[in-house]
């Protein structure tokens, strides 16, 4: 009964490389969201997902950040181009559909660091 | 957007002492969480509240949906209390934003 996993729980990039980070949500989630986390401060929102589809990507910057979940396969967010700004712990969450049991759970995070 | 304010935004315990920390939120919601970071990163589920009183040994959340708020109480702290505690509201299609967190310290 594996939880939400991330990986890598570490990743290093020079600027200007491109960063893949996944999430597999927990078994029978459908529903994932990602969060970035810099040093002392709390958790900001990026983007919410569904199989297939973006819900909402309000707190996602327009240039150079993209996510998807797809049918098949983990959930991606993708930073390309990354800058030193860009270093921080990327979590997401996962849930279910079912408005009545939507408890959501978070993986353990990916500390990405940009040199 | 929905707005969630927590308080106090630190606190410094001495170990056996209790504390009660508070989450505001500006709109109606569909559900509530309490989670715990620890020192290392984790983010630990504490309670899972859209309204009414949880226990779960020394903590325990009481959520007032109609006055939008929840409360978390931690009783006879203990220094592995220490770490942030968000709370998260769920509204809308599942949507789920977060407080900015107490940082809580326990001290021996």
């Known amino acids: 009964n594996a939880g939400v996993m991330q990986n890598p729980r570490h990743l290093v990039r020079r600027r200007g490389q491109e960063a893949r980070l996944r999430c597999s949500p927990m078994?029978?989630?459908?529903?994932v969201y990602w969060y970035r986390q810099l040093p002392e401060e709390g958790l900001k929102f990026m983007v919410y997902?569904?199989?297939?589809?973006?819900?909402?990507e309000s707190g996602m910057p327009k240039e150079r950040f993209s996510a998807e979940f797809p049918k098949e396969g983990p959930s991606i967010l993708r930073i390309q181009q990354v800058v030193r700004g860009d270093s921080a712990a990327y979590f997401c969450?996962?849930?279910?559909?079912?408005?009545?049991?939507?408890?959501?759970?978070f993986g353990q995070g990916t500390r990405l660091t940009v040199v | 957007g929905i707005q969630v304010e927590q308080s106090p935004p630190d606190l410094i315990l001495q170990e056996g002492a209790n504390s009660t920390l508070r989450c505001n939120f500006s709109d109606s919601v569909n559900n509530l969480q309490w989670f715990h970071q620890n020192p290392w990163g984790q983010l630990i589920n504490l309670f899972y509240i859209p309204s009414g009183t949880k226990q779960n040994g020394r903590l325990s959340a009481t959520t007032v949906a109609t006055e939008r708020y929840s409360l978390l109480y931690i009783s006879s702290s203990q220094t592995t209390d220490s770490g942030v505690y968000f709370c998260a509201v769920i509204y809308n299609n599942n949507d789920m934003r977060f407080g900015a967190g107490t940082r809580l310290t326990v001290k021996p």
């Open positions: 078994k029978g989630h459908s529903h």
């Open positions: 969450a996962s849930s279910s559909y079912m408005p009545t049991n939507a408890e959501a759970f």
């Open positions: 997902l569904q199989k297939e589809n973006i819900i909402d």
